[in-house]
């Protein structure tokens, strides 16, 4: 019997060489490069976003440091962290009511100090937004980076393409 991870390496692998093969087989270089150079950036950031070896980095309650607990990838938390976790990337992309929702304050601002700044934790240690702009902030970054992605492909298949 072939190994668990036998399957998913055939799905992560072949696909993608039948279409690079495809191409080839076309003589569309441009093309060729474009989809290898998206193939790669996208398997790199599934891969840190949801498999790279980490630890879990929410702040904890007890001594304020960052949890040191493995986990597998960036979006991920421990088996202690989990709905916390959860609840600030809701918050940070905008939707504090689903975030207020799993049961942790980290949706709500708590009152300005005496001096005008921020307020740094709340009550279980979870930064607040006060401002309410980093989920705007969060999206143009997104944004942002999709258009990066999608000029240098462009930017390539020209390259390619005079190539030629």
Request: charged residues 15%; glycine residues 10%.
């Amino acid at each position: 019997m072939a190994r668990r991870g036998s399957t998913r390496a055939f799905l992560v692998v072949v696909p993608p060489l039948l279409v690079a093969g495809s191409l080839h087989a076309q003589n569309r270089t441009g093309w060729l490069v474009a989809f290898v150079i998206l193939y790669l950036v996208a398997v790199v950031a599934i891969w840190v976003l949801l498999f790279m070896r980490t630890t879990c980095d929410m702040i904890t309650k007890t001594d304020g440091s960052p949890c040191g607990n493995a986990v597998r990838g960036r979006l991920r938390a421990c088996r202690y962290h989990k709905r916390q976790k959860r609840a600030v990337w809701l918050a940070r992309i905008g939707f504090r009511r689903a975030a207020a929702q799993l049961g942790r304050r980290v949706a709500r601002p708590t009152a300005a100090p005496a001096g005008g700044g921020r307020p740094a934790t709340t009550d279980d240690g979870l930064s607040i937004d006060k401002s309410g702009t980093d989920g705007l902030a969060v999206v143009c970054t997104l944004i942002s980076t999709v258009g990066t992605v999608v000029s240098a492909t462009v930017g390539v298949i020209g390259l390619a393409l005079q190539l030629l």
